[in-house]
Structures are given as structure tokens and as C-alpha cells.
């Protein structure tokens, strides 16, 4: 009788690697991104396409003086370096594209897919940035962060449709923020030394940096520091010599600096920010309207907050007029208590937070800022956003209000649902995966401890659905009953309102980070 075998239980199927299901959310987003390439365009679009023009038809030393068009260059010089490096791909493809006369206003098939398709491309730094930062988590929390980065609806709305490259500098930031957290201090340096001459305006967390890595890195005894310190300041300084040395050497630095620099802008952008200034505003032109109707000679602004660039200086009937110096004064202050607490507390685990809290002072007070500089806030918060409860509400709520804000980037009819459904499913979808995250973790404490008391999962509170009620109701006076009732009359009122409502959502994420800080 022949011995009967036991059949062999089937292999269990090997597990996915993340960098594989990573590659999948970037395919689902790209798809979508692509499906939007014949979608708005902003002047960004013709600014970026003339910068390629720049670049690739005069020589280094006329960059930053050339003058053909409106959109002059005036980012740091990696970027006009990347530019250089999209125009030998644009040249192969339809040369008028990077054509200095002829290329103005060029809005051909070619031009249109070459550049929506380089953003998606550039994006690539972002999913590394991301993968290195959640390299070693658990599946469920990587996979909530991927949602909320690379399926952000901001970078949708910013990159993709009104055009920029946010996606890929962002990826830059993640990627130093990762080698801090990992512990290795000069790589984080370098790689942020790299950003800043990307884009200047991520300089708001270089006093972050500074303090941290000095602590952290540098104060290790005075031999051993000063060695330290030394090594740090000459990688610093070699990225910056790389970046800005051909410009020294045609001795065009001021040059540079005045592009980079147009404090003459004014205090607020043409959109308004949802940041202080907003309040500030408001407050000159009540004490005006009250002044004035007492009888006192209130003489008006020459000056528009609302018609595009404002102008040589900010334009307050009675309140004092704000200059650049005031808001970088007020915005160090907003982060001393941060730098102090780098200081006495250097911990890598940390320093996503203090960066993301650094980038959240210069919006709220610094000096002529884009509602799009939301973004440098919210996409490092998504990081950390799955370590709490507390956390994810925040979170919540911050990533939902600053995408609404971004919505007077996209003006135009036909581009209305497609904001509105991208912010309807990022908040379903934020809401569907921190209920499970935290359902799942709080049925395991309830397990393990054994007490039947409940315990609430994510919820959001009372005062958060009546935040979010408001932000409904705002949108819904604005878009559809303020034309019913004053037609094309008071055309700011919207805006005006909608900036307001969002710079109180920006404050309370603000006034929140601040007592972590304080508390932690």
C-alpha cells in the first residue's frame, strides 16, 4: 500500500515592495494629469515657456538682463540651470518653442504637451522624496501619506493646471527633510543648500536649518564642533559658488539679486494670500469707512488690493504702512519659539514639524506671498500627519482650507467642477483613510486593555463641521449670490470674503503648531 502524501500548503504570495505600489499612485495621478493637459493655463504657462526661450538662446551672462517679454527671470540660478536643460529637450521637439521672438505667446500642441509633460516628470523628485520618508513605516501609514502627497489636490491645481513646478521642489525639500530624520545632518544640508538655489523663497526655513544643524551637527566640543562647523559651511558655500559663481564671474550679481528680490510688489499678492495681512487690510478700510463718515479727510489709496500687483508701497489710508524689514521681523519672532526649542531639543524626529511650522510664519507674515506658498506648509504636515489623532484633525481641516483658498486660480467656468470634485474626493478620501488608521489602532487598545468604555475614533468636532459648513457657505454666496444680487458691481467682495474666512483657517493651524511646539 502505497504511503500517502500530504500535499504541500501553497506558497503565501510574496509581498509587494512599496517602491512598487508607490509607482502605482504616481501612474493613477499621471493619468489624471494628463487628462487635464488641454485644460486652464495661467501666464505662468507663457512665463515658463519664455524662460526655456531665455535660456536656451542667450548666453549665461544676458539671463537675468533680458527683457523681450514681461516674464523676465527672476528665480536662483539651479532653476534657470533646469530650464537650460528642458530647452535641448523643447529645441529637438518644435524649436520656436524656445525661439526669443518668435516663441512669445506660442501656444501650439507642442508647447502645450512638452511643458504639462516635463511637470509630470519633474514629479518623479517628489515620489522619492516621499519614498525616502516613508520608507519605514507600516503599509497602512505609508500608503495614507502617498494619498495625500502625491494625489494632493493642491499640486493638481498649482502644477498641472495653473502651472508650476512645485511638485519637484517640494520632492528637494522631502528629500533633506528624510536625510535630517535619518540622522545625517550634512546631507541635509547639502540637499537644502541645492534647493535654495531653486527657489529663494524657501529661505524661511533656513533659520531652522542653521540653528538645528549647529546643535545637532556642529556643537560637539570646540575642536571637533569648529571642524564640524567648517565642513558644513564649505559644502554650503560650495553649492552656492556652483549656483551663483558664473554670475560673479560676468559680475552680474546685483542683477541677479534685484530679479530675485522685487520688494516693489507691495505687501499682498493680487489673489490675497489667506494670511495676517488680510485682517490688517480689512481693519484700514473699516477704520477709513468709519473715519471718513465722522467727518475726518480720509484721503483713499491710490493703490488696488485687488487689481493685480499692488504697487511701490502698501497703500493704508490710516493704519501704518508695512515694509519688508517689519514682516521679516515679525515672521522671526513667529519662529523664535521654534528655533528655541531646535536648540535646547535637536531631535531628527522633530525637525519635519519645526520646517513645515517655519514655512506656516512666512505665509502668514511675510512679505508679498502667493496663496500658492501653502503648499510648502501643508505637503511636509502630510508627513506627520498620520502620527496622531490630534495630528490628522489638524491636518484635516488645514489641507481642506487651503485647497479651497487656491480655487481663485482657477477663474475660468469650465475649470469650476473640476476644483470642486478634486477637493470633494481629497476630503473623502482624507476622511476614509484616517477613520480607518485610527478605527483600526483604538480597536487594538480596546483589545489589549479590555475596558469597554468607548473611545472616539476621527472625528472632527463640532467646531471643525461648522468651520467646514462656513467654507460651503462662503463658496455658495460668492459663486452663485452675489452675481444674483449685484451683478458685476463690487467684484472684491467675493474674494475678499473668501480670503478672510481661509486666513482664520490658516491661523488656527498656526496658533495649533505653536502650542505643539510649546508643549512638546
Known sequence: ?????????????????????????????????????????????????????????????????????????????????????????????????????????????????FQRISVIFSDLCLLHGVYRLTGKLDSTRQKLIWVLVVWSPMLVIVDHLHFQYNGFLLGILLISLSYLEEGRDLMGGLVFAVLLCFKHLFAVAAPVYFVYLLRHYCWKGFVRGFWRLFILGAIVVAVFALAYGPFVYHGQMQQVIHRMFPFGRGLCHAYWAPNFWVFYIILDKVLAFLLGRLGFNIQAPAASFTGGIVGDLSPFAVLPQITPVTTFILVLLALSPCLIKAWRHPRPVRITRWVAYAYTCGFLFGWHVHEKAALHFVIPLAIVAVQSLDDSRHYFLLSTVSCYSLFPLLFEAQEYPIKVLLLLLHSMLMWLGFSAQFTKRISLELEKSEKKKDKEGFVIGWVGWGYLVGILLVEISGQFLHPIIFGDKLPFIPLMLSSTYCALGTMYSFIWQLKWILDS
Open 1 to 113: 500500500m502505497e504511503a500517502q502524501t500530504t500535499p504541500k500548503p501553497p506558497k503565501p504570495p510574496k509581498p509587494s515592495k512599496p517602491i512598487t505600489e508607490l509607482w502605482w499612485f504616481f501612474a493613477a495621478a499621471a493619468c489624471v494629469k494628463l487628462l487635464l493637459i488641454p485644460a486652464y493655463k495661467s501666464t505662468d504657462f507663457e512665463v515658463h515657456r519664455h524662460w526655456l526661450a531665455i535660456t536656451h538662446s542667450l548666453p549665461l551672462s544676458q539671463w537675468y538682463f533680458d527683457e523681450t517679454s514681461p516674464w523676465t527671470l527672476d528665480y536662483p540660478p539651479f532653476f534657470a540651470y533646469f530650464e537650460r536643460l528642458l530647452s535641448i529637450f523643447a529645441n529637438l521637439i518644435d524649436p520656436q518653442i524656445v525661439h526669443l521672438q518668435k516663441g512669445l505667446d506660442y501656444s501650439s500642441n507642442t508647447v502645450l504637451y
